[in-house]
């Protein structure tokens, strides 16, 4: 943290850090200084505030409606557009079950239709009980939901992702697929956009092409909005992979590919 | 603060506590300005899409990280898109950079409404004076090393400039834009 004393020259470099455009020497040697001169420090929020404005100037894009539903879909395990009822409604449910009990015991105090009413409330207990298992059912998948999202994070979070993007051929001109693999943990995800459902027997499966041999990569199915994803674990060096596809194949996967080539990349 | 930056920093902190409501009204509020830059970087509207969707991944995964002190939520917003597409253009063919540019794209940009639609057209509107009182070469550098993501000396061999030249229209440009953007706030 004894980085040099502040100074014009470091003060003059500062712009042209906060815009990433010093070569590696300089942005050594900022850096260190940064990390103990206070006065850089607060010019640089300056900069970072006036590049905040510039990037703000540009003109808005609507994000088309696919994105919007797969973007706003992120948080649909975890708390969904409403967030609330999974935490509150056990809350209100329980305070319903007491409030019935309570007229329950008013009606054993003097009622005629006693038996109807402990019927009814018994279902109405009943009833609560299922809910409150559903809830519980729902707050699981949610932390499930929870779970893949941050692995998939893990995936693609990294600095030196690979991406490939993977194009539809004539089976499925439409469809288009995106692997990331991450080099570091030797893993890599795969997301498949506007694949066709396939009729029942069958599934689409994904394949890494290295060292000029197919290699079975898992299989996935498609949602109605023909979107599928799938995680793959131990993949090789990224640069012995020449190539990505995704075929049609029996239900279960095959170890060699037999079907037609939907996607390759 | 205004009132729109206060709303976003509450909106970070109900999202860094999963709430989804709040994440729904943050991206309400900032994809398109988002989709703008990152399809300004990419000049691919697939892609930009793409970038958006890791983009608002990471800020429902990491608003924790987000640190007030150090920018508005729409400036980390923005940055951490800036970054990832940057990211994304490095590893792209330059070749193939803008030979998908999307001719439709203008019938998609938005037109915000109220006050929100009158404060991008503002914000714009200054920009685009401030970077009309820079030179020519002073702008490109800046855009090349903003949208572009280029360091001084790759900047330099794009123009076939001298190093120093560069630097310096750097420095100056972002002095000047700097001084025209204060002299509008006030």
């Known amino acids: 943290m004894n980085g040099s004393p502040h100074s014009g020259r470091f003060e003059e470099l500062l712009p042209a850090y906060a815009l990433g455009a010093l070569d590696a020497e300089e942005l050594r040697e900022m850096e260190e200084h940064l990390a103990g001169c206070d006065e850089c420090r607060r010019q640089l929020r300056l900069w970072n505030g006036d590049l905040e404005t510039l990037a703000a100037s540009v003109a808005p894009v609507a994000p088309s409606e696919t994105t919007r539903a797969r973007i706003l879909r992120i948080t649909a395990g975890v708390a969904g557009a409403a967030p609330a009822p999974p935490r509150r409604l056990p809350g209100w449910a329980l305070l319903a079950a007491a409030a019935l009990l309570a007229v329950a015991v008013w009606g054993v105090a003097g009622q005629l239709r006693l038996r109807g009413d402990l019927e009814r409330l018994t279902a109405e207990r009943n009833r609560l009980a299922s809910r409150v298992e559903s809830l519980h059912h729902e707050v699981t998948q949610a932390r499930d939901e929870a779970q893949r999202a941050s692995e998939a994070l893990q995936v693609v979070a990294d600095r030196g992702v690979r991406t490939v993007t993977l194009a539809g051929l004539e089976a499925a001109p439409r469809a288009a697929g995106h692997t990331y693999v991450n080099p570091l943990r030797r893993d890599a995800l795969f997301f498949a956009h506007d694949l066709p459902a396939l009729p029942s027997g069958k599934t689409y499966e994904l394949w890494y092409i290295a060292g000029g041999k197919p290699v079975a990569a898992g299989t996935f199915a498609v949602d109605p909005q023909g979107t599928g994803n799938v995680k793959v674990e131990n993949v090789p060096d990224v640069a012995s992979i020449q190539a990505w596809a995704v075929t049609i194949e029996p239900a279960g996967g095959v170890p060699q590919p037999t079907g037609a080539m939907v996607l390759k990349g | ?186």
């Open chain 2, 1 to 186: 603060m205004d009132a729109r930056e206060e709303e976003d920093l509450q909106l970070m902190s109900r999202v860094a506590a999963r709430d989804g409501v709040a994440f729904t009204r943050l991206f309400e509020l900032h994809a398109p300005i988002t989709l703008g830059l990152l399809s300004r970087i990419l000049a691919r509207r697939m892609e930009a899409e793409e970038v958006l969707q890791e983009v608002f991944l990471q800020i429902w995964t990491q608003a924790d990280r987000y640190d007030a002190s150090r920018s508005t939520p729409r400036g980390w917003i923005l940055m951490l898109a800036r970054s990832r597409a940057l990211d994304r253009l490095r590893r792209r063919d330059a070749s193939r950079r803008r030979d998908e540019v999307v001719g439709g794209e203008q019938a998609d940009t938005v037109s915000p409404v109220g006050t929100e639609r009158i404060e991008s057209a503002e914000r714009q509107h200054q920009v685009a004076s401030a970077l009309q009182g820079l030179s020519p070469d002073q702008r490109r550098c800046i855009e090349l090393a903003f949208f572009e993501g280029l360091t001084h000396t790759q900047i330099a061999e794009r123009l076939e400039a001298p190093l120093g030249t560069v630097k310096s229209r750097i420095l100056l440009g972002m002095n000047k834009l700097r001084q025209a953007l204060s002299a509008q706030l006030q």
